[in-house]
């Protein structure tokens, strides 16, 4: 009998593992929930290529004179109210947002060329996995790259994309840093720059964003991935673009092709080029209103798009967020429900 029992203590104890292991969610990124937020560093002014020093310089900004009523918001008030509560740069709070008043079917015709078979995407993501587009072609031309002014004098690349001829979609954590609670000071931005330093299209400052509750009561930019959900910011702008993405709040499924878009910086890459990363959904449930991916996404890609062509048009399904730190995924917050709500809400606000 003693000797059942020492021989049976190594097999509960397998057994007890093996139980344990299974309760874990299937995919091992679940274990680590620390994301990377992709923006590295700060630039100071004087480090800016000397085009760019003098068109900030140069160029009036658009909005409120300053976002200190952003700033200087009650952060208790914040806690008390609906997490889609949207908050504008003017420090102006709308808790009750309207539905949309117009169908999601406002995208252009979708391109053949970026459909691919995906039979060989299904693996996890290869780092630098990265192709330069043809940033004057659509819907290339639709991206934008920001330079967002964090603090007075300190800058950070970020990208984003146009879901109307004035409005700039991209990432929370670009415009509004929730470890200090303060806004972006100034936006500078440019409708697909190319790899000259002179705008093609067109570009400006701005200092007229809005972002949304559940976002700014975060206590830290850097906190798990399920925060990604909250991570999306609309930027207005005061000059009309001629090219836009339709975004798709419907129909994502694991295993179908993504495109993640932006303007890389740090390291080998300065946020003169526009690159995508090909890639498919791996996940719409292991985190709730976040696509898992495995395309690859670099710093300063923070707030482009993702997105595919699918149903008959090309439309973006996601907003770059963050990658685990190994970057061995990466996750864009999703548009669909109240994300999606907002989005519309506040791309058809007055100008």
């Avoid at 299937?26 to 004087?46: P, R």
């Avoid at 709308?94 to 693996?123: A, R, Y």
């Avoid at 719409?284 to 149903?311: A, C, F, R």
Wanted: charged residues 20%.
């Amino acid at each position: 009998m003693k000797g059942f029992m020492r021989n049976s203590i190594p097999i509960l104890l397998l057994l007890i593992l093996i139980v344990s292991f299974h309760v874990l969610p299937s995919n091992a990124q679940q274990v680590n929930t620390s994301k990377t937020v992709l923006h590295k560093g700060e630039i100071e002014f004087k480090d800016l290529p000397k085009e760019v020093q003098e068109r900030i310089k140069k160029t009036p900004s658009y909005g409120p004179e300053n976002t200190d009523a952003l700033k200087n918001i009650d952060m208790k008030k914040i806690k008390e109210l609906p997490k889609h509560s949207s908050i504008g740069s003017d420090g102006s709070i709308v808790t009750d947002l309207p539905k949309p008043k117009v169908s999601e079917k406002n995208g252009f015709l979708g391109s053949d060329n970026e459909k691919m078979d995906t039979k060989n995407l299904l693996n996890s993501l290869v780092p630098n996995n990265l192709e330069i587009t043809h940033h004057t072609t659509y819907p290339y031309n639709a991206v934008a790259r920001l330079l967002v002014e964090k603090t007075p004098g300190n800058y950070n690349w970020c990208s984003g994309f146009y879901i109307d001829r004035n409005t700039i979609i991209t990432a929370a954590h670009c415009v509004y840093n929730t470890t200090t609670n303060t806004p972006a000071v100034n936006i500078e931005y440019e409708r697909s720059p190319g790899p000259t330093g002179n705008p093609l299209y067109e570009f400006g400052a701005t200092k007229k964003f809005w972002i949304n509750s559940g976002y700014v009561d975060l206590p830290n930019e850097n906190g798990n991935i399920s925060d990604s959900k909250y991570d999306f910011a609309a930027v207005q702008v005061g000059k009309d673009s001629a090219n836009w993405f339709g975004i798709r709040n419907s129909n994502h499924q694991p295993g179908e092709q993504i495109l993640l878009t932006g303007y890389p910086s740090g390291g080998e890459y300065d946020a003169s080029i526009q690159y995508k990363s090909l890639g498919v959904i791996s996940s719409i449930e292991n985190y709730n209103g976040i696509l898992q991916t495995t395309g690859y996404m670099h710093d300063g890609m923070s707030g482009g798009p993702s997105w595919n062509t699918k149903v008959g048009t090309t439309a973006v399904i996601g907003i770059n967020s963050a990658s685990l730190s190994d970057y061995s995924y990466s996750f864009s917050t999703r548009i669909e429900g109240s994300t999606y709500d907002r989005i519309i809400y506040w791309r058809d606000l007055p100008d």
